[in-house]
């Protein structure tokens, strides 16, 4: 079970092993999930309507898409920036589970609150991702811009992505887009965490029996929920963090250029319309669906294994 509970005995395994759990989820869930992402941006730097009737869209579907980046720019394209992003994934989830795990104890422990509250859920899971936001946003800002870019490549490689926008657009430019990052953070992870402790009391009443499955099943619903309520944050973060990176834009069609959150969202409103502001909530859906059912289903599978090893290892000694 995610968050503490004093009475699962699993949750005995210490900081570091939830932190290795947390980390191998995020690993696996980044490998899976990367081409729905890079879609995901695509659609979310186009300034054009997403629809095969508009002539000026570059990308109008997920298939059409796919296809699209498949030709101009082969497969590995939708692995682009994958070495920030399993940096991004790795640091993020370590931090966010633990964080969450210290979070929910403390309340258990501090307060007369049952840790297993939607409430505390909420918050302790919003607390725990700015926190991990806080630390990882450089890595998402790179992500994004290794993912955004064309041919011919701006950016070589990892190192030459930090030296260069270090020095050609200042030590700030890693933290582009944090503040919509940390307005939209809140309530998306909070609603992740609530709602997959909700779902998981839900599906145990109307399925009572143990099984991954379960985990799967109610981390990707609690995804779609949380990405759909809070996704016009994501597409604002987007915009914001591709802001002084427009020469690499120009073959994907118009460029826009932002001078804060407020304008960002004033400006696609103004000319693209409110249903600019859920550019690439298609694959943005599928992709939260898939992310947060492996992120809770490998970090719970991690938790018990290491539990199982920590558990046979002091059998066997006990034995000895």
Known sequence: M?????????????????????????????ALIS?????????QLQIEQISSRNPLAKYHGILQSTHRILLEEGLTAFWKGHVPAQLLSVSYGAVQFVTFECLTELVHNATPYNARNFIVHF?????????ATMTVQPLDTLRTRFAAQGEPKVYRNLRHAVVTMYQTEGPLTFYRGLTPTIIAVFPYAGLQFSFYNLLQQLYECVMPFEGNVKNLVCGSCAGVISK???????LFKKRLQVGGFEQARAAFGQVRTYKGLMDCAGQIVREEGPVGLFKGLSPSLLKAALSTGFTFFSYEFFC?????????????????
């Open 2 to 30: 995610v968050g503490y509970d004093p009475k699962c005995e699993v949750k005995s395994i210490s900081a570091v092993e939830v932190a290795l759990a947390g980390s191998a989820s995020g690993f696996v869930t980044r």
């Open 35 to 43: 081409p729905l992402d890079v879609i995901k941006i695509r659609f």
């Open 123 to 131: 918050v302790c899971g919003g607390l725990a991702a700015c926190t």
């Open 228 to 234: 759909t309520l809070t996704y016009p944050f994501d």
């Open 304 to 320: 018990n294994l290491l539990y199982s090893l920590k558990d046979t290892s002091g059998t066997k000694r006990q034995e000895g």
